[in-house]
């Protein structure tokens, strides 16, 4: 079993749809958690960082982390087709990465139809 | 101005050749890393940095050495290219191990085909 797991979709949405990614994770030790949005040919960029359960919001982006099921959660509000894009779950133990580094998803692929 | 830059962007070169990828930050980050992003896209850690001084080696072969000159670059040398070299290498950069709110910036990538 991977350490993180995320769907890879492809996850195709009607624009303005509201989206739902998740990921699942085995290790209780992580403490913060990110997305990171991927464009093609592109390195990932960061959209959200939380740490510990609870809900961040940020525009029409909303994180979810619910330390005691290991699940967490990204919510995309009226969905652009400049948000299509491979969206990643990322978490460490430590808020920099730390010794060892961040864990990522494998990904989720996201298509907003115009 | 770009936070994380890696030259080149696209690598192409035979198997058995020695190969370096270059990877600068102007964040004034204290730690630095390499990920590997295979076929699947699966990105996974293979070397982090801090302060010049290497931190981890995720049971990546020895034919892959980090070489940091300062602590804004972090060049990645790899000895006797293989055909499952074949990835995309991305370089980071964090403010330190752990800092609160201070995650990882990525570089844009370094697309590396092995003929």
């Known amino acids: 079993q991977k350490e993180v797991e995320q769907d890879p979709g492809p996850l195709s949405v009607p624009e303005g749809a509201i989206v739902s990614l998740n990921c699942t994770y085995s290790n209780s030790a992580f403490q913060y958690f990110m997305w990171y949005r991927q464009y093609s040919r592109k390195g990932p960029e960061l959209l959200m960082y939380t740490y510990s359960s609870g809900n961040k919001e940020d525009g029409r982006f909303t994180a979810q982390v619910d330390k005691s099921s290991k699940y967490i959660s990204l919510f995309i509000r009226d969905s652009q087709p400049s948000d299509s894009a491979t969206y990643l779950c990322?978490?460490?133990?430590?808020?920099?990465?730390?010794?060892?580094?961040?864990?990522f998803g494998k990904g989720t692929h996201l298509i907003i139809q115009p | 101005d770009t936070a994380v830059s890696q030259t080149p962007k696209y690598l192409v070169t035979q198997m058995g050749n020695d190969k370096s990828i270059k990877c600068e930050q102007n964040l004034g980050h204290d730690t630095m890393y390499w990920y590997k992003q295979d076929s699947k896209k699966f990105l996974k850690i293979m070397f982090s940095y801090n302060n010049k001084e290497l931190i981890i080696n995720e049971t990546v072969p020895n034919r892959f050495s980090p070489k940091s000159p300062d602590k804004a670059h972090l060049n990645l040398h790899i000895n006797s290219l293989e055909l499952g070299d074949s990835a995309v290498y991305f370089c980071?950069?964090?403010?330190?191990?752990?800092?609160?709110?201070?995650?990882?910036?990525f570089g844009d990538g370094t697309r590396l085909s092995i003929l």
């Open positions: 980071a950069s964090s403010h330190s191990l752990d800092t609160i709110n201070q995650p990882q910036h």
């Open positions: 990322a978490m460490s133990v430590y808020s920099g990465g730390g010794a060892d580094g961040l864990t």
